[in-house]
């Protein structure tokens, strides 16, 4: 029997971080799927698909050319000017090559709004370098035609080796208070959901805006407190901070591109998985 082709080559930048990694290890067993890494790892070193790129020296558009993907995954971290460079090589790379940009984009588009959740097709607007940094990128995919890509906003990811988790788990280590902003209200993702959501993305070449966040609303305090009691520490200090008297929202939710409901999951679904592991 003839071995089935991949229907996709998929590069991912960045992908010895956090989201990277965990999108290769989901996209691998399906696509030819290769990774940008910058910290090395032994992991990285002996995976042939994994290739070294450090955006302040190496030229990206001859991995580009060498490997032809068909879909790039921006999960790329960094100084923001380097970024900026690499995603115009990206966005002329793709313009003249069959090829899409999957990129990973972040509610904060949306900080300087406070009163409501934010929905695809909003206007944005930020109060923060992190967020008008992300729109700058988001503005530059958006004067490609819409079928060459994809921009998925993202709310704050957790999962079991994320790094608000270890973070989290270090506090509690050396005693130290964890900051709860008490009148933020917020919605949350995992590692694990944004990466069956991407996947499903692909499958069905999908293209446009979508909001990937969990199905409820929480608060920032409330749902730390919980986290608390899933660790097993239900007596964790806690720092309350209040940069306001009223309640503000960060949350992204979708309106115009649902995917299927079983892609979405909630963030007591997360805590309750999270507890048993």
């Known amino acids: 029997?003839?071995?089935?082709?991949?229907?996709?080559?998929?590069?991912?930048?960045?992908?010895?971080?956090?989201?990277?990694?965990?999108?290769?290890?989901?996209?691998?067993?399906?696509?030819?799927?290769?990774?940008?890494?910058?910290?090395?790892?032994?992991?990285?070193?002996?995976?042939?698909?994994?290739?070294?790129?450090?955006?302040?020296?190496?030229?990206?558009?001859?991995?580009?050319?060498?490997?032809?993907?068909?879909?790039?995954?921006?999960?790329?971290?960094?100084?923001?000017?380097?970024?900026?460079?690499?995603?115009?090589?990206?966005?002329?790379?793709?313009?003249?090559?069959?090829?899409?940009?999957?990129?990973?984009?972040?509610?904060?588009?949306?900080?300087?709004?406070?009163?409501?959740?934010?929905?695809?097709?909003?206007?944005?607007?930020?109060?923060?370098?992190?967020?008008?940094?992300?729109?700058?990128?988001?503005?530059?995919?958006?004067?490609?035609?819409?079928?060459?890509?994809?921009?998925?906003r993202l709310p704050m990811v957790f999962g079991m080796q994320s790094p608000k988790i270890i973070d989290l788990k270090e506090h509690l280590k050396n005693d130290i208070p964890i900051e709860v902003f008490p009148n933020l209200i917020m919605n949350i993702t995992t590692d694990k959901n944004l990466t069956q959501q991407i996947h499903y993305i692909i499958n069905q070449d999908l293209h446009g805006i979508f909001h990937l966040g969990s199905k409820d609303l929480v608060h920032h305090d409330y749902f730390y407190k919980d986290l608390l009691t899933a660790v097993h520490h239900p007596r964790g200090k806690i720092k309350y901070v209040y940069t306001t008297n009223d309640e503000r929202y960060l949350a992204v939710l979708p309106k115009d591109n649902k995917l299927p409901d079983h892609l979405y999951m909630t963030a007591q679904e997360f805590l309750e998985d999270f507890e048993i592991q």
């Open 1 to 152: 029997m003839l071995e089935r082709t991949p229907k996709h080559r998929i590069l991912i930048l960045g992908g010895s971080g956090f989201l990277g990694e965990s999108l290769y290890k989901e996209l691998c067993q399906y696509f030819k799927t290769y990774a940008t890494y910058f910290t090395e790892h032994s992991r990285h070193l002996k995976n042939k698909h994994f290739i070294h790129y450090d955006m302040g020296i190496d030229e990206l558009y001859p991995i580009l050319k060498t490997l032809r993907p068909t879909i790039i995954i921006s999960a790329i971290r960094g100084p923001f000017i380097q970024q900026v460079y690499a995603h115009e090589c990206l966005v002329d790379y793709t313009q003249h090559h069959n090829c899409r940009i999957i990129f990973l984009s972040s509610a904060n588009v949306f900080d300087a709004y406070s009163k409501f959740p934010s929905f695809e097709n909003d206007k944005t607007l930020s109060n923060s370098i992190y967020g008008h940094f992300k729109i700058k990128i988001e503005t530059m995919l958006m004067r490609m035609p819409v079928e060459k890509w994809v921009i998925t």
